[in-house]
């Protein structure tokens, strides 16, 4: 909220935004005035100059009073309008924060470049489980068909369970716009960094984001960790022939039917 103040904003609130433009940078701001003549809209004119320099996002809805007309022994007199144009603010306030999620996301400072220009790379996190949850079940679909079965936990888990091994595993997504493009887990056992759960949107395949996500999880393995190891569908010829493409080798392992797990040693850890 502002008041008119010499028909310019108040210099009070020039500094708090210079402040605080780090932390609101990429957030949608809405603007209530006051005043007499020109009911403070000359400085909110003058207000979302600056926030817009300072990269917030103006509204393009305001609320303006005029406090001749609009107060009462101290108090707002009653206003259909007024309320409504308060709600209908607050509305495109909150909208708007939505869509500018990607924006602030983006400017963390966990993330890093992804594959795709604009992308970018983050751990994921149990929050992310209702976008886990839809990759997952867009791509196992496709891996059930190839593979005759639909034994697939991935197509199976629920939104919570996907929650639970979020928190539990070491999990790397890309990200553009808001989508989910891709993802990959990993986790140790013993001297062994297990791999799973590769997933890249299908629109979106055969253009390098699988074999990325890949490498980067193999980068994330420990120093004291000796071989990678993961499972795929026995008749998922494309997954095997891009993990044999970068050095994994069958090798007998207790794996669920109908799956072949792959191993290669880790480069510099060879026992």
Same mark, same amino acid.
């Given at each position: 909220?502002?008041?008119?103040?010499?028909? %310019?904003?108040?210099?009070?609130?020039?500094?708090?935004?210079?402040?605080?433009?780090?932390?609101?940078? +990429?957030?949608?701001?809405?603007?209530?005035?006051?005043?007499?003549?020109?009911?403070?809209?000359?400085?909110?004119? @003058?207000?979302?100059?600056?926030?817009?320099?300072?990269?917030?996002?103006?509204?393009?809805?305001?609320?303006?009073?005029?406090?001749?007309?609009?107060?009462?022994?101290?108090?707002?007199?009653?206003?259909?309008?007024?309320?409504?144009?308060?709600?209908?603010?607050?509305?495109?306030?909150?909208?708007? !924060?939505?869509?500018?999620? &990607?924006?602030?996301?983006?400017?963390?400072?966990?993330?890093? &470049?992804?594959?795709?220009?604009?992308?970018?790379?983050? =751990?994921?996190? &149990?929050?992310?489980? !209702?976008?886990?949850?839809?990759?997952?079940?867009?791509?196992? $679909?496709?891996?059930?068909?190839?593979?005759?079965?639909? $034994?697939?936990?991935?197509?199976?888990?629920?939104?919570?369970?996907?929650?639970? +091994?979020?928190?539990?595993?070491?999990?790397?997504?890309?990200?553009?716009?808001? =989508?989910?493009?891709?993802?990959?887990?990993?986790?140790?056992?013993?001297?062994?960094?297990?791999?799973?759960?590769?997933?890249?949107?299908?629109?979106?395949?055969?253009?390098?984001?699988?074999?990325?996500?890949?490498?980067?999880?193999?980068? $994330?393995? %420990?120093?004291?960790? @000796?071989?990678?190891?993961?499972?795929?569908? !026995?008749?998922?010829?494309?997954?095997?022939?891009?993990?044999?493409?970068?050095?994994?080798? &069958?090798?007998? $392992?207790?794996?669920?039917?109908?799956?072949?797990?792959?191993?290669?040693?880790?480069?510099?850890?060879?026992?």
């Amino acid at each position: 909220m502002t008041p008119e103040y010499n028909y %310019g904003m108040p210099a009070t609130l020039k500094n708090a935004l210079d402040y605080l433009s780090d932390e609101w940078a +990429w957030k949608p701001i809405g603007f209530v005035s006051y005043g007499n003549t020109s009911a403070g809209t000359r400085s909110v004119q @003058h207000a979302k100059q600056v926030v817009t320099t300072l990269r917030m996002v103006p509204l393009g809805a305001s609320v303006a009073i005029r406090i001749g007309e609009s107060v009462e022994n101290g108090q707002l007199r009653t206003d259909a309008a007024r309320d409504a144009a308060g709600v209908a603010l607050v509305d495109e306030l909150a909208r708007l !924060a939505q869509a500018l999620w &990607p924006m602030r996301e983006r400017a963390r400072a966990a993330t890093s &470049p992804g594959p795709v220009p604009g992308s970018y790379a983050r =751990r994921l996190t &149990p929050d992310d489980a !209702a976008q886990v949850t839809v990759l997952q079940r867009c791509c196992w $679909a496709e891996e059930a068909m190839l593979n005759d079965t639909t $034994a697939v936990p991935a197509l199976h888990e629920s939104l919570e369970e996907v929650r639970e +091994w979020l928190a539990n595993w070491h999990t790397t997504g890309i990200w553009l716009d808001g =989508r989910l493009l891709g993802m990959v887990r990993a986790r140790s056992v013993g001297t062994d960094w297990h791999l799973g759960r590769l997933a890249v949107v299908p629109d979106l395949r055969s253009r390098g984001l699988g074999r990325w996500l890949l490498h980067t999880a193999e980068g $994330a393995a %420990g120093s004291n960790l @000796h071989r990678i190891l993961l499972f795929t569908g !026995a008749k998922s010829l494309h997954n095997i022939h891009l993990y044999e493409s970068e050095g994994y080798q &069958p090798v007998p $392992a207790s794996a669920p039917d109908g799956t072949v797990c792959l191993a290669k040693e880790i480069p510099g850890q060879q026992r």
